[in-house]
C-alpha cells in the first residue's frame, strides 16, 4: 500500500503515519515526490485496512498495489508519465526520434552527423562518450572530451542530447553536459548508480538489462523513481536468446505489456536489438506501430570508419526515409 | 551447388550429373522441382568447378549455394514464393489475415465465428481439429468430424481453411479436407511428418519450433521442399523466454531476417506468440509493420467457454477494428 | 484425484466409478497400469472428497494429486520405479553405463566397438538405425540394416541393445530387434509417437526437448504412462541456451529436482549434452555424483571417420578409465 | 600477442616495445603483472611476427594469443592459478569449502553460524554485508558493521572472509575488513568496479553474470587482471534459463570447458545456483566430481527466519554431512 501525503503535511504527520506503519509490524519507506511525499508499505503478507491511515491528519489518500513494484506501476499513476526534453515529449502520442552516432569519435564526426540527423528529422541527438565495452582492449569513448562535443552539437543544431554514464563520476559529468542521462544494459542492477540517478533532477533513459524479466527491469526503475526522480524513461533493446542469426533479440512484445503494467514511456533501440542495419528500418517501424514512446537509432555516414557497433548504423538518408513512413504508420496505427 | 536440369532433359543426362557428382567423390540428391530437376551437392568442402557440370547435356545452369538450406535460400530462388489459396496471395504486397477459433468445438461454434470473421476482413479461416496438447488430459480436439465442420464453414463462406496436422494419419485427413495444412511447433523437427507433408501437393504452413534457431527452421522446410512442395508458408509463433511476462517472446526480427534469407512467406502468429488477448492487436501492427505476409489471430465470441487457449482469443469486433488498422499501416510502411 | 480399483475389480465396478466422476462434473480418465487400473480426474478445481469414491465396490483406494502429471509424480508412485533390462536396473543403487557408436555405420564398426564397450565395462550397447538429423542431406541412418546389426552385436556380447524410434513405422521396427525404444529430443512433443511407444510392452527411454520445462517432459512422459507402459526412463540431454562455448546446457540440477518430482530412472548423455569429447568424463562423474540411474556416453575408435558426431565420441581406452571412476564415485557419493 | 618483459627491464626498454608496436599500426597496452610487465598488442588482424620484439632489449618472450581475452587464457599461462587465503588454496588439487550465511543479520547469528560452519569442516566463511537486492524495500544488508561482524567471526573461528562490494565506496571497506572481495553477478560488466577491484593487492572473486557467455566474463576478468591483480577466483553461480523448476540452472560444464580455456580457479554456488536446500548437496557432490576448485553454501541454523534466501540454506549439520561426502568424492573423482 501506498499512503500519499497531503501536499503540506508536516513532518509531525509524516511520523505518525510511520508510527502507525511500525506498531502494525511492518515496514515505512517514505517516497519522495514531484508532487507530495508517500509512504510505502512492506512486509505486509495481505491487504491493510486503509482507514487506519485515511483518518490520521495529512493523509491524502491510500492506494492499494498489488505488484512488487509500487511507484512504477499503473495502480499507483493511472496516467502516462511524459518527459518533455526540447521540443520532444516522450509518452505523448507523438513518436519520438533519438539518432546519432553510438560513439562520439571526433568533433568532426559528431558535428557532421548532428546536422544530418537533424535535417532527416530525428528530435533528440545520441552519441556515446563513456562506453562500455566486452573487452578491455577496445575503444572506451573519449570521456568528458566526447561531453564537450556533444554540448557544440547541440549549440549548433538545437537538438538536446542522451549520452550514457558508466559510474558515480560519469553520472555527475553527463548530468552536467547532457539533457538525459542513458543508464545502459549492463548496469541496469547496478543499484548504487540506480540511487545516484534517482537523486539526480534530469531525466534518466534506463536500458533494459541483457537477459532482466519486466518485472526486474520495473524493480530497478523502482530504484530511480523512490529516491525522487519521476522523470524515467525505459528502453527495450533486446535480449539474450539461443539465437545467433540476429545480435538481440527485440522483444517488442514487451512494449505492449509494459504500456498495460507502467505508466512510464518506453524507447524501442532497434539497432541495438538487431545488430545489423538492414533490420533497423522494419524494426523501428514494428516498434512505431505497437506503441513505442520513441526509437532510438544509430547513425553514421562512413560506418566502415566508425570505432563501434558500425555494423548496426544506418545512413542519414536512410534515416530520413524512415522518419518518413514512420510518421505514416504512427497515424495509422492509432 | 546446385545444377538445375533443363524442362526436357532425359534420365540418361540425370544420371551423367549424378555419376559426375559421385566421381568426385561427393553426394548427389535429387530435388524434384516445380519448373525442373536439381542436383543438390553435398559432401563438398569449397567450392565446385561449374563447368564441370554446365558442359553436360540436359543442364541448364548451376547455382552457388553458401548457406546449408538449398532450396529455401535466396540464392537458389531470388524473388518472392507466392503462395495463393482462394482470393488471398501469401507473399505478395498484400498482408493476408487468417483467424478463426483456437479449436473447432462444436459445428455451431464454427460457422458461427467463421461468418463473424469474414465480415469483420479475414481471407483465410483457422480452426484446430487435431490438437496438440501438452496434456493427455487436456481436449485433444474434434479430429475427422472437426475437419467436416470446416469444411461445411468453407461452404458457407467461402474461406479457404488452414488446420493442423499431428501425424501421417491426420495428415492425409487435412490434405483432403483443408486448404492449408499446418504443421505445428512441436513437430517442426518430426522430419518423418515434414517429408511426408513434402510429397503433398497442397499449401503447407510450417510453424517454427519452440526454440529452433532460423537456420534449423529453414532447415526443416528442406525436408518439404527437397520432396517437391514449394508451396509452403513459414509461421512465426513466439520462442521460448525465460521471461514469464507473455507464454512466448514474439521474434519480430525474424520475419525481417527471413525476408533476406530466404523467398518464403512469413506470417505471424501474435495470438499464440504473446498468449494474451491485449497484445494481440498491437503485435499484430508491429508484425504488418516490418513486412510479415500475413498475420493468423485466434478469435472467439465467447472467449470464457473456449476449450483451448481462450485467453489469448480476441473478439470479432475488435478483428474488425484491427484489420482496419492493418490495411493503413500496410500502405503507410511501404 | 487417481482412483485405484481393486486388482479384481469387475467392469461394472468401473463404470460406477466412471459415472460418479460425470456426475460430479468432470472427467474421468481410465488409466490403465501394471498392477491395476486406475482413474484419473480433470476438471475439478479443488480437492474432491475422497468418501465419494472409497465407498464404492472395487474400489482400493484414492490419491491426491497436486501436480499436472499423475502418473509420473511420486505422489501417485512414492518408490523409484526401477526398470530391467539385462543385468542393468535403472533406478537402483547403481549407476548403469550406456556406451556404443552414435550411429550404427557398418557390421563391422559396431561389432568392434560393441566388444570394445563392454569390455571397458558397459552394460548397455547404444547405436543410431534411424536417425533424426536437421539437414535431409546429412547420413540418416542405415535403418533395418542397422537394427539387424545391432542385434547381431548383442548375440555376440551379451548386451541388451538401446537404439531411437522416429515414427510408427520405425517404433514397430525398433521394439522387434531392440530392448529399449529411445524416443528422441526432438519428438518429445510427437504426441502419436509418444501414445504409440505407451501401447508397446518393452521399455521406453525418453529424452528431454530442446527447451521443454521439467513439467512438460514429465506431461510427455505422461502420454506413455497413461496408454499402460511403465517400463519408463527419462534422458537429460542437454538444453538449449544463450552461450555457444557448449552445444548444449547439461542441466545436472534437473536430475536433483526429478529425484523428489517423480520416481522414474533419469540417464544422463553427457556426450549430447556438451558436443565435446573433453567434457564427456567430467560431466560423466558429475552426473552419477548427483544422483543420476545412468549415464549413456558416445564411443567410437575411429571418431575422425564417425558419420555423425565425431568432435563427442571418446574412445573404448577412455570409458575404460571412466568406468573405473564412476564406479569409486558411486559410492563416494551415497 | 603479448611481449613478456624481463623482471629487471628499464622504463626505456619499455618504450622502445611500445614504439615499436605503434609503428606497425597497433595499439600497445601495459599489462603489470605478478612477476613483471607485459605489452599486449591489439588491433591486428593477423599474427606478428615475434622476431619484431625478441631482438629487442629486456624482451623475455612473446606468447601468441588467439582469444580475445589475453591474461585470463591458458595460452597465457599454462599452469593453474593458486589463490592462497589463509589454510585454503583455490586452484590446488583439494576443493576449498566456503560456507555461511546469505547475509550478516546480527553478532549473534553470524558468531553463532561462523563457529558452527567451523566445525562442519568449511575453511572460509562467506557472509553479505552488502547486499544488492531487486528490491528497493528488500533487506539491503548491514554494511559497514557487518563487516565488522565478520572481522570479529574471523577472530573468532580463524576462518579468512569472503564478503562483496557493491560499489567503488564499499569495495575499498570490504579490501579493508575482508579477505577476498566478491564481485556479484548483477555486476559482472560493471567495468568501473572491475578496474578498481583490478587495482587492489586482494584476492577477488567474480561472479558470473545471470546470462554472461564464457567468453563475456573472462573479458569481465580481464579488466581485474589487466590492472595488475592476479589474484583473481571464478564462480559459476547457475544462468537464466527458460525453467522455472529451479531459480537458476547450475552450468556445470562450464566448469569443465573453463578448466581448458583459463588458468584461474572456479568456485560453485550451488546455493544460488539452484535456489533450493534439497539441491545444494547433490549439485556440491556434482560440482566437485567435475573439477570445481571450491563451492560455496548457504548456511542458517534457522532458515525460516532468515532475511535473505533462506529457502536455500542449508543448516549446519546437513554441511557437515556434505563436507565429508565431498571428501571422499574429490579422491574418487581425481
Redesign the interface.
Known amino acids: 500500500m501506498l499512503i500519499v501525503m497531503e501536499k503540506l503535511h508536516t513532518a509531525e504527520n509524516l511520523e505518525k503515519v510511520m508510527q502507525q506503519v511500525r506498531e502494525l509490524g511492518y515496514?515505512p519507506?517514505v517516497i519522495p515526490g514531484a508532487q507530495s511525499v508517500a509512504v510505502?508499505i512492506?512486509g505486509n503478507l495481505g491487504p491493510v485496512p486503509p482507514e487506519l491511515f485515511t483518518t490520521l491528519t495529512g493523509v491524502k489518500e491510500t492506494i492499494r498495489v498489488t505488484k512488487?513494484y509500487?511507484l512504477a506501476g499503473r495502480e499507483f499513476r493511472p496516467r502516462n508519465t511524459e518527459v518533455r526534453v526540447g521540443n520532444a515529449v516522450f509518452g505523448s502520442e507523438n513518436l519520438v526520434v533519438i539518432a546519432g552516432p553510438c560513439a562520439v569519435e571526433s568533433r568532426e564526426q559528431t558535428l557532421r552527423i548532428a546536422s544530418e540527423v537533424k535535417a532527416a528529422g530525428a528530435q533528440v541527438l545520441r552519441g556515446g562518450a563513456f562506453k562500455?565495452?566486452?573487452?578491455?582492449?577496445s575503444f572506451q569513448g573519449l570521456g568528458l572530451e566526447g561531453l564537450k562535443i556533444l554540448a557544440e552539437a547541440r549549440r549548433l543544431t538545437g537538438l538536446p542530447v542522451i549520452t550514457e554514464a558508466?559510474?558515480?563520476?560519469s553520472l555527475h559529468l553527463v548530468a552536467e553536459y547532457a539533457d538525459i542521462v542513458q543508464i545502459g544494459a549492463?548496469?541496469m542492477?547496478?543499484?548504487?548508480?540506480l540511487?545516484e540517478a534517482g537523486r539526480l533532477r534530469k531525466p534518466v533513459m534506463l536500458k533494459r538489462?541483457?537477459?532482466?524479466?519486466?518485472?526486474?527491469w520495473l524493480?530497478a526503475a523502482?530504484?530511480i523513481l523512490?529516491e525522487g526522480n519521476d522523470q524515467l524513461i525505459l528502453c527495450e533493446r533486446?535480449?539474450?536468446?539461443?539465437?545467433?542469426?540476429?545480435r538481440n533479440?527485440?522483444?517488442?512484445?514487451?512494449?505492449?505489456?509494459l504500456?498495460?503494467l507502467s505508466h512510464l514511456p518506453v524507447v524501442v533501440d532497434p539497432s541495438h536489438?538487431?545488430g545489423?542495419r538492414?533490420?533497423v528500418a522494419?524494426?523501428a517501424?514494428?516498434?512505431?506501430?505497437?506503441?513505442a514512446a520513441a526509437v532510438m537509432v544509430d547513425v553514421h555516414d562512413r560506418p566502415a570508419e566508425a570505432l563501434c557497433d558500425g555494423p548496426q548504423a544506418i545512413s542519414p538518408a536512410e534515416l530520413g526515409s524512415l522518419v518518413n513512413?514512420l510518421r505514416?504508420?504512427e497515424?495509422?496505427?492509432r
Chains 1, 2, 3, 4 share one sequence.
Open positions: 515496514r519507506h510505502g512492506t512488487p509500487k562500455p565495452r566486452t573487452s578491455p582492449y558508466v559510474d558515480a563520476e549492463r548496469n542492477q547496478n543499484f548504487s548508480l540511487s538489462g541483457m537477459s532482466a524479466t519486466l518485472e526486474e524493480m523502482e530504484y523512490t533486446g535480449v539474450r536468446s539461443f539465437d545467433t542469426a540476429t533479440m527485440l522483444d517488442l512484445g514487451a512494449v505492449a505489456v504500456a498495460s536489438g538487431t545489423k538492414g533490420l522494419p524494426m517501424k514494428a516498434a512505431c506501430a505497437c506503441g513512413s505514416q504508420i497515424t495509422a496505427a
